[in-house]
């Protein structure tokens, strides 16, 4: 049997989303502020950016399935265009992959392989590289997690 590639199977995985499930995008970024509320403070325009973004992120890990060499210079560019918006640290980007690949996981229910599962996991780590060289190029504003701005217990 032949082995498919991680695009094939992050690509498949996305055609049986479409299937069962009509917009990812309110599953996502609503998975996403479960786990950090405090970042919806972050994002002021519509549910239409959010797509926008949504789509931006699942174009970048299907490109560098690929092994698109332009990648890693465009990825690094958008962490350090999207400090802008905001302090957005690593360990958001990280929550929002989690976010994605957890949605996907609902959805595809027995059609969430191990083979899919890992080609997604693989190049979402690729993508957290970038984003972390990226956010390191712009002041060093990298945090290994996402820290509360009051401690809980001051
Ligand atoms: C690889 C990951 C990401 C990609 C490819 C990406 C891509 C984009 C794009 C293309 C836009 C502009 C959308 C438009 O105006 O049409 C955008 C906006 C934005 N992004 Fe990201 N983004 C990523 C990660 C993140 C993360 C982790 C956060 C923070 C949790 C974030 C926060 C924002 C905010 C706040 C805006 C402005 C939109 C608003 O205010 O509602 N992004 N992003």
Request: charged share 30%.
């Given at each position: 049997m032949q082995t498919q590639t991680d695009y094939e199977l992050m690509e498949a995985s996305l055609e049986r989303a479409a299937e069962v499930c009509d917009d990812l995008t309110p599953l996502v970024y609503g998975r996403f502020f479960d786990a950090h509320p405090e970042a919806r403070t972050l994002f002021h325009m519509g549910e239409r950016t959010r797509g926008r973004m949504l789509n931006e992120i699942l174009a970048i890990l299907l490109e560098l399935a690929q092994g698109h060499d332009y990648m890693p210079a465009t990825v690094r560019e958008l962490a350090k265009d999207h400090t802008s918006y905001g302090e957005i640290s690593d360990g958001y980007y990280r929550g929002l992959l989690n976010a994605l690949?957890?949605?996907l996981a609902d959805q595809l229910g027995s059609d969430w392989t191990s083979a899919?599962?890992?080609?997604?996991?693989?190049?979402?780590?690729?993508?957290?590289?970038?984003?972390?060289?990226?956010?390191?190029l712009c002041g060093g504003q990298t945090r290994a997690s996402v820290t509360p701005s009051q401690p809980a217990n001051p």
């Open positions: 690949t957890g949605v899919r599962e890992r080609a997604w996991r693989v190049q979402a780590e690729r993508l957290m590289e970038l984003v972390a060289q990226g956010v390191a």
